[in-house]
């Protein structure tokens, strides 16, 4: 087995650079905070540059399905970039999940994902965690409809079809406009990432995969969300030491930069060095997913044990160090620190991950203390 490639290639460079470039034009602070006081679940105008002229939606997609031929390396460095500008666009929910189960299925649908012209949602809880049971909360009658309830799925609304996991275990394409569809939105700590419960009623639709094909793909699905969210979460934390980093250069007391205060200067120099091990665990999780390695269940594990606490104390320092202005709607610090809260329960907690971690290294997990670490 080779070793892991955790540096950026120059194309996946230019790829950033891209990226940020649109996210800087289109998506700056000030309108992701308008954003927050309107109904609408995306930047839909955001989302239609980013998938149909960058391409985005189709980078881990073969070329023969309507995609680029790259691999979810790439599509860690677009989440990157999502994190740093907390960008309300739909891409963990279409690209990442819906895409990446419909893929394992081998499902024709995915070529409109990949193009940009379609979004998708795949009808599972945020909260599953990578080699959860598949959810068996929907099911099928005799007469072949779906009837059931899906709570917390993530970019349900902006969604033009579901994904739906059924008993069976099955997994079925459903249109958002097809009869007996109700979402409903539920109140969320980040409005940038809307999360919605998805209820059928008697609703058809297409049958995608079956057995433990269709176990398997919501288990893929599951499995590469948890991987690469840790690349969001990395993006997340970035930002946050950088505009801190910048403001306690600005902001003076006592006649000095705030930055020069030796407290300030360790409590930054921590974070660094925390940041730096962050997103070598989130760089190895992407390449062993992108590779197919026999160890990407233990680099999803740890990239999420690492990267989830991280954006949360990225965040939480960003608006302490900031001050008084930190604390306001104004700024955009909140806006970090909600992402990276949601983030933090999004497919299991730094807890759960820590315990999958250690069966899988064969850590001797009955021990009480480790247990409730």
């Known amino acids: 087995m080779s070793n892991p490639d955790l540096l950026y290639s120059e194309v996946e460079q230019d790829l950033r650079a891209s990226v940020r470039a649109v996210l800087t034009d289109h998506c700056p602070p000030s309108a992701v905070l308008a954003r927050l006081e309107s109904d609408e679940p995306c930047d839909l ?52 999940l819906a895409t990446t189960a419909l893929l394992a299925c081998d499902s024709d649908l995915v070529g409109d994902l990949a193009a940009g012209t379609t979004t998708a949602a795949l009808a599972i809880p945020l909260t599953t965690a990578p080699g959860s049971a598949c959810p068996t909360t929907v099911s099928v009658g005799e007469d072949g409809l779906l009837s059931g309830r899906v709570t917390s799925v993530v ?39 809307r999360i919605a419960d998805v209820s059928l009623a008697s609703t058809p639709g297409v049958l995608l995969a079956s057995g433990d094909r269709a176990e398997a793909a919501v288990r893929e699905a599951v499995r590469v969300g948890a991987g690469l969210l840790a690349s969001e979460q990395v993006g997340i934390a970035e930002w946050c030491l ?5 403001y306690v250069k600005e902001r003076h007391q006592f006649g000095r930069p705030v930055g020069s205060f030796q407290a ?55 608006i302490q160090l900031h001050g008084g202005i930190g604390m306001t709607w104004e700024h955009p610090a909140h806006l970090a620190l909600k992402r990276a809260k949601i983030d933090q329960l999004a497919f299991g907690t730094g807890g759960e991950h820590r315990m999958t971690l250690g069966h899988m290294v064969h850590l001797p997990m009955d021990i009480p203390s480790l247990a409730q670490t």
Not at 270 to 299: F, H, I, K, M, Q
């Open 45 to 96: 105008g955001v989302w239609r540059t980013l998938a149909a002229e960058l391409g985005v939606a189709g980078l881990h997609v073969p070329e023969d399905r309507g995609g680029h031929g790259a691999s979810v390396r790439e599509t860690a460095v677009v989440l990157e970039e999502l994190g740093r500008s907390v960008a309300p666009v739909p891409f963990l929910g279409s690209t990442v």
């Open 264 to 318: 300030v200067k360790h409590r930054l120099a921590d974070l660094w060095l925390e940041l730096v091990c962050a997103r070598a665990t989130a760089r190895y999780a992407a390449d062993a997913l992108a590779c197919g390695s026999p160890d990407a269940d233990v680099a999803v594990a740890l990239a999420q044990s690492e990267c989830a606490e991280l954006a949360v104390r990225a965040a939480e320092e960003a």
């Open 155 to 193: 970019d349900a609304r902006a969604a033009e079809f579901f994904v739906v996991p059924a008993t069976g275990p099955a997994l079925y394409a459903v249109r958002a406009d097809a009869p007996g569809v109700t979402v409903a939105e539920v109140v969320s700590l980040d409005m940038t990432r």
């Open 242 to 246: 950088e505009e801190t980093v910048r």
